[in-house]
């Protein structure tokens, strides 16, 4: 089935240091999400990007939608530590039922 | 956004017995569906909960193993059958709002141990 790719799979970085990962598809999406997900807790929606090039901002997280809407970027400003977590993306097709196809997650770890 | 409550958040069982999760939002919304996530792994959908009609199941999943009630626009429940050890994993809730611009939000998850 459809697969969505997600890089790097894991990162450690330093506080205050800019995290950047991406998320690539083989088919195109019309909507891409972006979640984070903490232990023990579900997916908690961050980012939603509905139009190719679309470029969207949430606090210190900015989002883009590819232009051939088969990837999506999530960037992170100056991590603190309570970014530690698992990163996901996820696409969705117009009238494919509303179903979301989930990326293969990046797990950030953050140095004090 | 809507707040989504699953009981029970976790619990142990017995294999060859059977668990019922419950999904409750504080807010009609327009679709629910169930998702798993086997331990370090991400989200797969089980099945999209169909209002008052059979839901409509993903690729690998079957009714039998997986039966699921939607009778209102609030609630949903799953149940995993006949459960085996291969079926430990955090079973998720999500809802939906009208309109294709309404993203999916989870509840917490209901994290299943089968001995």
């Known amino acids: 089935g459809q697969q969505l790719n997600q890089s790097p799979q894991s990162m450690f970085i330093q506080e205050g240091e800019d995290v950047s990962m991406n998320c690539t598809s083989s088919?195109?999406?019309?909507?891409w999400l972006w979640y984070k997900q903490d232990p023990g807790e579900g997916p908690v929606l961050l980012i939603a990007?509905?139009?190719?090039?679309e470029l969207t901002s949430n606090g210190r997280l900015t989002a883009q939608f590819g232009i051939t809407r088969k990837d999506s970027f999530l960037n992170i400003s100056a991590s603190i530590p309570s970014d530690v977590g698992i990163y996901f993306c996820?696409?969705?097709?117009?009238?494919?039922?509303?179903?979301?196809?989930f990326g293969t997650g990046t797990q950030l770890k953050v140095e004090l | 956004s809507a707040v989504i409550s699953q009981k029970p958040s976790r619990d142990i069982c017995q294999r060859g017995t059977s668990l019922t999760i419950q999904c409750q939002v504080d807010?009609?919304?327009?679709?629910m569906f169930w998702y798993r996530q086997q331990p370090g792994q991400s989200l797969t959908l089980i099945a999209t909960?169909?209002?008052?009609?059979?839901?409509?199941?993903e690729s690998g999943f079957v009714i039998d193993k997986f039966p699921i009630s939607r009778p209102n626009l609030t609630f949903s429940t799953l149940t995993v059958s006949n459960m085996s050890p291969e079926d430990s994993s955090i079973y998720l809730c999500?809802?939906?709002?009208?309109?294709?611009?309404?993203?999916?939000?989870f509840g917490d998850g209901t994290r299943l141990s089968i001995l």
């Open positions: 999500s809802v939906k709002g009208q309109g294709s611009n309404q993203p999916q939000h």
């Open positions: 088919s195109i999406f019309n909507t």
């Open positions: 990007l509905y139009k190719a090039g």
């Open positions: 996820a696409g969705a097709i117009t009238g494919g039922g509303n179903k979301l196809t």
């Open positions: 807010s009609q919304v327009t679709m």
């Open positions: 909960a169909n209002q008052g009609s059979e839901a409509t199941y």
